[in-house]
């Protein structure tokens, strides 16, 4: 089970830090990832974290303004989103990733469990 929180209101150029606590599987050795939905869109990778070492991939719209990190002690993982803009408002959703991947992946198929979403709007 995932479960994202973090999510609000927030200005232009404020900031937010989404968490995603897992629980009931051995999440700490999955890869995991961020994905968000703005209304009428489709939902889109925003981050993700391998497991194995901490690399990271993120999409080129949050590259320089959004950090992904992750405490696998805790299963714990979380976005850390600076320079907020008003494109960025959406529903925020973690994931994780089962199988063992060199590359953390991209793709909403590659992921096997999701959390239920946390909505972040940026007014401008």
């Known amino acids: 089970q995932l479960q994202a929180s973090g999510g609000g209101l927030v200005q232009a150029g404020d900031s937010l830090r989404l968490s995603c606590a897992a629980s009931?599987?051995?999440?700490?050795?999955?890869?995991m990832g961020w994905f968000r939905q703005a209304p009428g869109k489709e939902r889109e990778f925003v981050s993700a974290?391998?497991?194995?070492?901490?690399?990271?991939r993120y999409a080129d719209s949050v590259k320089g303004r959004f950090t992904i990190s992750r405490f696998n002690a805790n299963n714990t993982m979380f976005l850390q989103m600076n320079s907020l803009k008003p494109e960025d408002t959406a529903v925020y959703y973690c994931a994780a990733d089962r199988s063992p991947r060199a590359v953390v992946p991209t793709a909403r198929w590659a992921y096997d469990y999701w959390g239920q979403g946390t909505q972040v709007t940026v007014s401008s």
């Open positions: 009931g599987r051995a999440f700490g050795r999955y890869n």
């Open positions: 974290i391998r497991w194995r070492d901490g690399a990271s």
